[in-house]
């Protein structure tokens, strides 16, 4: 337990250290500070465009700190050889791919919640101020848990990048394919919505038989995009949700373990 | 030394030939929209933002560009659709097809579109109520409208006139009172100083017709007919002159006996 926690230590230290993360803190910050005035070009309803922009302006931090630093940070332990360092101490090879998910977990946490506090510090400015004639309601603890399933979502999507790590060549293919199963897992309702319309008739059933295998293989990433039920304050499920959550915590570990042993085969040379 | 005097001279002419770039509004705006399938699966998780940036940019073009014509019209449209279409739950989108449509022409568009918004939105009474006014004033429907009132009528937050204004539909009431009427609701909840410019723009014109309408009906009681044209009015002093079109046009009385720009008021 001491080696896990020592591993997802350093990765965390070594996470604040890199110069593209504060430069994306800085940048998601000023972006959420200014989303009201951008929002303001809009007509009627400006708040919210306002939660849109700070809502999906978290999406893409996330999205950034799971997918390109993850794979970049692992890579860079490959490339540097410090990882022999960490291999020739008494620890094992699933501690370490362990060790490195929980200090990415807290890095992307840490950057989400920085971006949070200033996204909710300028819609309340701007719900406050904003000329409008009637006060939209926002709901606010929704917002809350759309933030909390944002960040299973990220999880999900650090256990993917450090699975194809784990047998990757080069960070960069790791980040390609980490990104292209993001793109499918988000869209994955949407496909399923148009296949299932008047759209989808012409579609041929091979493709759909595809689609079908692929909906029920791939991570469904929608699931865990709660941002529209925050935004229109739509009544969300109780036990669908926690459904949800369990559904990503064990594609989440299924992917972990399977990270595990592939690394614990790897030839490190 | 001459590559820094070479390097400040390239900055100063992309300055400065910026100016000599021709933007014009119309070409910027009226860009290819992309179907709102592919739109969907592009954007992804960020539809609501996708969707949020193209009713800017028809609510942009609608406010800056004049005279549009029949494509342009066409483009907004399309443009309110696609933002309806990324985020359904969004009610902008069915106000600008409700409030702006019809009125460029575009009436099977915005039906549309309200009809899509019926599924998704409820519970808004502004949906079935534009809905209503398109079949009463633009289709000349009265039972349909009538069934739309009732309908927005039993939302909550709906206006307490509305069911009052369901049963008068069944008695043929005047078109431009309501068309007033409705106007001035709309008017209570913009806030966007051009779109408000617009619409007083149209209530203008439209208490102009209502005015002639009031005086047709004087005329009518006094010689038992409707004059052969408008001129008729001001010869038997009935009124001054005709009030002028804010839009450009000329008023005039169409064969049903109607009263009409020739601008169509757009």
């Not at chain 2, 998704?120 to 739309?148: C, V």
């Not at chain 2, 619409?199 to 409707?226: C, D, P, S, V």
């Not at chain 2, 044209?229 to 046009?249: C, S, T």
Request: proline share 4%; with cysteine; glycine share 6%.
């Amino acid at each position: 337990m001491r080696q896990l926690t020592a591993i997802a230590q350093v990765t965390f230290k070594e996470g604040i250290r890199e110069r593209v993360f504060l430069g994306v803190i800085v940048f998601s910050v000023l972006l959420f500070l200014g989303s009201g005035f951008v929002a303001d070009l809009s007509i009627g309803n400006i708040l919210k465009v306002t939660q849109d922009i700070g809502l999906s302006g978290l999406s893409f931090l996330g999205l950034f700190m799971a997918i390109f630093l993850s794979t970049s940070l692992i890579a860079k332990d490959l490339d540097k050889k410090t990882v022999y360092l960490v291999v020739s101490k008494p620890i094992a090879r699933w501690q370490y791919v362990w060790g490195k998910f929980l200090g990415l977990c807290a890095l992307t946490t840490f950057a989400l919640a920085i971006g949070l506090i200033a996204f909710l510090i300028s819609l309340f400015y701007f719900w406050k101020t904003a000329p409008l004639i009637q006060t939209p309601h926002i709901a606010w603890t929704k917002h809350l848990l759309a933030f909390i399933f944002l960040n299973f979502k990220m999880f999900l999507l650090i256990a993917i990048a450090i699975f194809f790590s784990s047998f990757c060549s080069s960070s960069l293919i790791a980040f390609f394919f980490s990104f292209m199963f993001y793109l499918t897992g988000a869209n994955l309702q949407n496909v399923k919505m148009i296949l299932s319309s008047r759209l989808g008739e012409k579609v041929s059933p091979y493709l759909k038989a595809i689609f079908n295998f692929a909906y029920y293989f791939l991570p469904n990433l929608s699931l865990l995009d709660l941002k529209q039920a925050a935004v229109h304050n739509l009544p969300l499920n109780e036990s669908n949700l926690i459904l949800v959550l369990i559904y990503a915590l064990s594609y989440t570990m299924a992917l972990l373990f399977g990270a595990s042993f592939i690394f614990s085969k790897k030839e490190l040379n | 030394m001459i590559r820094l005097i070479v390097g400040i001279f390239c900055f100063l002419i992309s300055v400065f030939g910026h100016n000599f770039i021709k933007w014009e509004l119309r070409t910027w705006a009226i860009s290819p929209l992309p179907r709102p399938e592919s739109a969907l699966i592009l954007s992804g998780e960020f539809a609501p933002l996708t969707g949020d940036f193209f009713l800017v940019k028809a609510a942009v073009f609608y406010s800056e560009v004049n005279q549009k014509n029949p494509e342009e019209t066409l483009w907004l449209a399309r443009a309110i659709y696609l933002a309806s279409y990324l985020d359904p739950y969004y009610f902008e989108p069915y106000w600008t097809a409700g409030v702006l449509l019809p009125w460029e022409g575009r009436i099977e568009e915005a039906r549309a579109i309200l009809t899509r918004g019926l599924k998704y939105l409820p519970q808004r009474w502004e949906i079935p109520f534009y809905l209503g006014f398109i079949s009463f004033y633009f289709e000349h429907d009265n039972r349909e409208a009538a069934r739309y009132f009732l309908k927005a009528s039993r939302l909550p937050d709906s206006p307490a006139y509305l069911p009052l204004l369901a049963t008068r539909l069944a008695v043929k009431g005047s078109e431009t009172r309501m068309a007033i009427a409705f106007l001035e609701q709309e008017l209570q909840e913009v806030e966007d100083e051009k779109l408000k410019e617009r619409l007083l723009k149209r209530l203008t014109a439209l208490k102009a017709i209502l005015y002639l309408e009031e005086t047709l009906k004087q005329y009518k009681q006094r010689y038992g007919r409707l004059p052969v044209q408008l001129e008729d009015l001001v010869k038997k002093r009935l009124i001054p002159r005709i009030p002028p079109d804010p839009y450009g046009g000329k008023f005039y009385l169409t064969e049903t006996g109607r009263i009409w720009s020739t601008s169509n008021l757009r």
